[in-house]
T-cell receptor, first 111, second 114 residues
């Protein structure tokens, strides 16, 4: 069974305190791994797609990496506006491009 | 472009009532999806469509029906609402590229069933 597990469930950081969020996955065949950001009361907003182990992508203070079993979202020198829930999802080979989501990490960055 | 829009934003139903949620996208995407989001459980796929006139079941389809009569619209129906269907519902769409393709989400509909 395809599974996606995110940790920690919640993370509180001081502004400027770098950290990483983890997404571990068990799938039959990975087509792609996605990171989304979700603000309260809004829909998920696309951040990154990673296709193969060793791949990295960056956007402002965020950097996503992928291995054969997990992905990390590194947040460098976070600001309060980075506070959100970060969702990881996988797309399986042979599927109709539907996503299997983890339960998310709620990040709070304190000023 | 408006992207993905959902109607209504909020709705309260009594047990046994019916309703239809509307999703519209203006990106000419072939694929559309309905998810529900519950605390601690992440987003779970209800139904999806790979093109006009086609629909398929996802992970949690029971109690829901869908229709895709037009490419830009995807409707989610609850024939007889139950309290267990209290949730936030998200619609998404994507373009089926050769590799992985990201989905674009609407703002959500918050449904409460009393």
């Amino acid at each position: 069974e395809d599974q996606v597990t995110q940790s920690p469930e919640a993370l509180r950081l001081q502004e400027g305190e770098s950290s990483s969020l983890n997404c571990s996955y068990t799938v039959s065949g990975l087509r792609g791994l996605f990171w989304y950001r979700q603000d309260p009361g809004k829909g998920p907003e696309f951040l990154f797609t990673l296709y193969s182990a060793g791949e990295e992508k960056e956007k402002e203070r965020l950097k996503a990496t992928l291995t054969k079993k997990e992905s990390f979202l590194h947040i460098t020198a976070p600001k309060p506006e980075d506070s959100a829930t970060y969702l990881c999802a996988v797309q399986i080979v042979g599927s109709a491009r539907q996503l299997t989501f983890g339960s998310g990490t709620q990040l709070t960055v304190l000023p | 472009n408006a992207g993905v829009t959902q109607t209504p934003k909020f709705r309260v139903l009594k047990t046994g009532q019916s309703m239809t949620l509307l999703c519209a996208q203006d990106m000419n995407h072939e694929y559309m999806y309905w998810y529900r989001q519950d605390p601690g459980m992440g987003l779970r796929l209800i139904h999806y469509s790979v093109g006009e006139g086609t629909t398929a079941k996802g992970e949690v389809p029971d109690g829901y029906n869908v229709s895709r009569l037009k490419k830009q619209n995807f409707l989610l129906g609850l024939e007889s609402a139950a309290p267990s269907q209290t949730s936030v519902y998200f619609c998404a769409s994507s373009y089926p590229r050769r590799g992985a393709s990201e989905q674009f989400f609407g703002p959500g509909t918050r449904l409460t069933v009393l």
